[in-house]
């Protein structure tokens, strides 16, 4: 019974510092925090989202995308706002957290009413590294999409 609550205390502090992350992280990307958000991934971490035909590799590709897409929101006079719900967090043999969300971006035009602009389902690698959480692999799926 005491290893039961013990694994079951580990889990929840694990699930409270997973769901901490994300929600710094999201924060980060969408206040225009573009250097602190790619500081959430490894050196090499790696994004795939639906919209680059190819992966982004690593912190320096990641910030020319962020700051690219910022601006190209600030031209539109449109916020996007980034939600990850239903965190399913399954940590891995090798150390690694697998993470499986619902994330949700609404997007607000200047002026405007706010509406769902996509639902994806975001599957993340998270490793520690001194300590911190940080994104080793992104890959996100859209439902509109196959």
């Known amino acids: 019974m005491t290893l039961q609550i013990e694994q079951e ?3 929840a502090e694990l699930y409270a510092a997973v769901a901490q992350f994300y929600a710094r992280h999201m924060y980060q990307l969408d206040s225009g ?3 602190d958000w790619v500081a959430g991934f490894t050196e090499d971490g790696v994004f795939a989202p639906p919209s680059a035909p190819e992966p982004i590799r690593g912190r320096e590709q990641l ?3 962020v700051r690219a ?10 916020q ?3 939600t990850m719900l239903n965190l399913d967090i399954r940590p ?15 997007a607000t ?14 599957h993340d690698v998270l490793v520690r590294e001194a300590g911190e959480l940080l994104i080793k692999h992104r890959r996100v ?3 509109d999409r196959p």
């Open 109 to 122: 035009p200047r002026g405007g009413e706010p509406r769902l602009h996509l639902m994806c389902v975001s």
């Open 69 to 78: 897409a910022r601006a190209k929101l600030a031209e539109a006079q449109e």
């Open 92 to 106: 891995q043999d090798d150390g690694t957290i697998a993470v499986r969300a619902y994330t949700q971006i609404i």
């Open 33 to 35: 925090a573009a250097e």
């Open 141 to 143: 799926t859209r439902d």
């Open 9 to 11: 205390t580990s889990f």
């Open 63 to 65: 910030l020319a995308g």
């Open 80 to 82: 996007h706002r980034h």
